[in-house]
């Protein structure tokens, strides 16, 4: 084990970690809010969510009490909304059984729907100041480096380990086990990175295992990702004579669950069933965008279509688009508010980490240029090739040298994945 840990943990923390999150300090809920929150999600992206979220559910009452539409409205964006759904849920079960507090027990949290054993140390720790202990992603990361485990991290065996190891390094008293929960959490996010960590800036940095092999890029190792299949979403918006859009809610299982749509099909023939016996007064094709979940890229295609309201009778409900106040997806809204172009693509930038307009064709051929095309924005690609341009000219780069090729490629590909970047020691453009 490592000498004084978390005392050197914590002076560390003191320094350089973080103090100024909204959710900070601010109780049990709070904690249990942002915990749920960012699951999944970045902290950047949480916190606007989060103060929003406190803002219409400033207790465990107000957010029992809400109707589910009213909590998924506020949920809209942030995705995964079964996060959502288990959060009213949970809040529901401890108005009625736990008398508006929530637990001091590890065992009585991890009960309450969406709640894990890692969650629950948070809230003991970070909310009551009582001594909980963590495992989340950023937590992990910095034991397998601490102590070179290997393998996939989700398994038995190496949850066994990460967890005994969590646990003798967690303090025993309750204030101590609150600094070091939030300075493990500060140390993974802001130095023992993923990508680029600063292993220089590290409090560890000769304790590290994987530090002192030279093999911090080596762990933990890099789960085996599937490939997403492909799908293209037909969204039919049909509006009525008084500029009204049909809202559709979807099922509370499945994609989107709860939140509220226009029809969405798998293409317009299966749509065109459900419409044989309406009036279409004018059809548009409005444009599109891509969107990737966890499991599945698609395609969605909009389409608006007027009608009479008369001649479609009690499903959904009819709202203008600036006045509907559930929780919409937050794709259907860009495309709903005219941010989905014809040739416009959107997608997942692995570069920036956010949705952005993708390039209008592969920039390359082959394999490599589909992979850009599909998960790199136009934004990057520009960005690329001002670089490119740059090590062209720093290094006197021939184009006509495969060499000069080969190390534009590694470094596009290292550009794109926020790596460090490699400079050609010795290179001596080809004699013309």
């Not at 050197?8 to 103090?19: D, F, I, M, P, T």
């Not at 419409?275 to 969107?291: F, I, N, P, W």
Request: charged share 20%; with cysteine.
């Amino acid at each position: 084990m490592i000498e004084n840990f978390s005392e050197r943990l914590a002076v560390w923390q003191k320094q350089y970690g973080r103090h100024e999150l909204p959710w900070q300090r601010q109780g049990a809920y709070a904690t249990w809010i942002s915990e749920i929150m960012l699951q999944q999600t970045q902290v950047q992206v949480v916190i606007p969510y989060f103060q929003n979220f406190m803002k219409e559910f400033p207790t465990i009452s107000d957010l029992a009490s809400a109707s589910l539409d009213s909590v998924l409205a506020h949920w809209a964006g942030l995705g995964y909304y079964s996060r959502a759904r288990n959060l009213h849920n949970a809040a529901k079960i401890i108005v009625s059984d736990h008398h508006c507090e929530i637990p001091k027990d590890l065992d009585l949290l991890i009960q309450l729907p969406g709640i894990g054993r890692s969650t629950a140390g948070a809230i003991l720790s970070l909310g009551f100041g009582l001594r909980g202990v963590i495992q989340d992603g950023n937590v992990r990361r910095v034991l397998s480096r601490l102590f070179c485990i290997h393998g996939d991290l989700s398994k038995a065996t190496a949850q066994k380990t990460l967890w005994e190891l969590a646990d003798q390094l967690t303090p025993k008293s309750g204030p101590d086990a609150y600094i070091h929960t939030q300075a493990m959490m500060d140390l993974g996010s802001i130095v023992c990175r993923r990508s680029k960590p600063a292993c220089q800036r590290c409090p560890f940095a000769d304790d590290c295992q994987a530090n002192q092999r030279g093999e911090v890029s080596l762990f933990p190792k890099p789960k085996r990702v599937k490939q997403r299949p492909d799908e293209t979403w037909v969204v039919l918006q049909l509006e009525n004579e008084r500029d009204e859009t049909l809202f559709l809610q979807r099922p509370l299982e499945g994609i989107w669950g709860g939140l509220y749509t226009p029809h969405i099909g798998s293409s317009l023939s299966k749509i065109g069933e459900h419409l044989k016996t309406v009036d279409v007064l004018e059809a548009e094709y409005q444009g599109e965008l891509s969107h990737a979940f966890s499991h599945l890229k698609v395609r969605l295609e909009h389409y608006k279509l007027k009608v009479h309201s008369q001649d479609i009778a009690g499903i959904g409900m009819w709202r203008p688009i600036d006045r509907f106040q559930k929780g919409v997806p937050a794709p259907i809204d860009r495309l709903l508010n005219g941010r989905g172009f014809y040739m416009t693509r959107i997608v997942f930038c692995r570069k920036y980490q956010q949705e952005l307009p993708g390039l209008p064709v592969p920039p390359l051929p082959g394999a490599v240029g589909l992979n850009i095309f599909e998960n790199i924005s136009e934004k990057a690609w520009k960005e690329w090739q001002n670089n490119q341009t740059m090590l062209i000219n720093e290094h006197r780069l021939s184009l006509m040298d495969p060499d000069a090729r080969k190390f534009l490629t590694q470094e596009m590909h290292r550009f794109f994945d926020n790596q460090e970047y490699a400079k050609p020691e010795g290179y001596v453009p080809p004699s013309s």
